[in-house]
């Protein structure tokens, strides 16, 4: 078995390389590279950088927004964007609420929010953790009831990562 990159891997990788080294802004490498916090006007200035090329979501298929990449081509972006010094990107909207709503919401909500993650016109953060429960989810109190046509939810997270800057939040309930 031949574990090496392929040629047209070998191309790809020296494509996003080539991207990070131009179209990174130094402000946003230097934080990154010198292990600083990278503030969220960085993240969401690298996150719309990468969706004006195309590549705003790149484990997501064509057809939702993303490029397509297989699994490979992923592990590259990743890789080179890494050793480039980009901050990140954000997996909450991009890793957990994208691919949920790919496969199990209706079109409304598809059309409503997916065109938004990669954008980075909408930032989301997670809901899990809870007082007295942490993170064991069989454990959570939080309860969603539904009251017409929506739901109220009553109870607390704690552990919202990045709240502070989101846009919404996708909550175990």
Known sequence: ?????TADEQAFAAEVREFVQGALPAEIRET????EHVPAEHTSRWQKILHAKGWGA???PREWGGPGWDPIRQHLFDEECMVGGAPRQLPFGLRMVGPVLMKFGTPALQHRFLPRIPSAADWWCQGYSEPGAGSDL???STRAVRKADRYVVNGQKTW?????HADWIFCLV
């Open 160 to 164: 919202t990562t990045l709240a502070q």
């Open 58 to 60: 790149p484990t997501w």
């Open 1 to 5: 078995m031949d574990l090496n990159f």
């Open 32 to 35: 990154v590279l010198g292990g």
């Open 138 to 140: 069989a454990a959570l």
